[in-house]
């Protein structure tokens, strides 16, 4: 049956210009296409990885960017200020190291000389074996006794002068140490006999306070020693340099 004109008109004003063709009369939306060759302004890619956890999920939070070593970058929110020579802490020197006076070693080497002499001279002059086995046997024990012994006891004891203290080691099996700081030092004395006069050696007494004291016992060129430890008491930061004496 065909549709008269008043039927079509009823038709737009309810359903719009469109009619039946019309999707916006049923409340449908249109989806216009985008123009190609256009991009939106300030739009946010699409994340991806770690981000779209992230944004999703709440997992963490985004790393900042990594500044690559010898790049240029952003100058640093938090610099290193450096140390000035007055704050910078000074290190420990060692000024010298110093034995006893190697004159100690004179008796042990005329007994090991004397020694060798007698050996040499009456073992196998003996008939009976056990004869020379006692005269080797006595040779050996004044060795040890008289010579070695003596030797390893002088090398066992050392005097080490640093910009900050006096170190005293002695000793062979039991080990002795004792330690002076130049801070705590009221006075250096000087003290020598007619042979170490003659050789310049000395005792060295460094008084720390009333219940401490130490004793450089026979060191070699006490005078410089001890002109050493009273400059370093007066003047912490003295520049002085010994060599090991013998």
């Known amino acids: 049956m ?24 049923f409340g449908e939306t249109v989806a216009h296409p985008r123009p190609q060759g256009r991009r939106p302004k300030n739009r946010r890619p699409a994340p991806s990885g770690d981000e779209a956890s992230t944004e999703r999920f709440g997992w963490g939070a985004a790393r900042p960017p990594q500044t690559v070593l010898g790049a240029s ?35 042990p080497a005329l007994v090991l ?14 008939a009976e074996e056990w004869q020379n086995i006692a005269v080797m046997t006595g040779a050996i024990a004044a ?5 070695l012994l003596p030797y390893l006891a002088w090398l066992g004891h050392r005097y080490t002068i640093t910009t900050r203290r006096i170190i005293a080691r002695r000793g062979l099996l ?3 140490r004792q330690d002076v700081f130049l801070a705590r030092v009221t006075d250096v004395r000087l003290r020598r006999g007619p042979l170490q006069a003659m050789v310049r050696s000395g005792d060295v007494r460094v008084v720390a306070g009333p219940d401490l004291t130490l ?5 070699p060129s006490a005078t410089l020693v001890s002109a050493l430890l009273g400059d370093l008491t007066e003047h912490p930061t003295a520049t002085w340099s010994l060599g090991a004496g013998g």
Request: glycine share 10%.
């Open 174 to 176: 039991v080990r002795h």
């Open 143 to 147: 060795v040890v006794l008289l010579v």
């Open 73 to 107: 970058a952003s100058p640093n929110p938090w610099p290193l200020a450096p140390l000035s020579s007055e704050t910078a802490p000074v290190p420990e020197r060692i000024l010298a190291r110093v034995r006893p006076h190697g004159r100690r070693l004179i008796l």
């Open 2 to 25: 065909p549709k008269s004109a008043g039927d079509t008109d009823d038709l737009t004003s309810a359903f719009g210009d469109g009619g039946w063709d019309d999707p916006t009369a």
């Open 113 to 126: 000389f004397a020694v060798s002499g007698a050996f040499g001279w009456f073992y196998g002059s003996f």
């Open 215 to 219: 004793v450089l016992h026979d060191v």
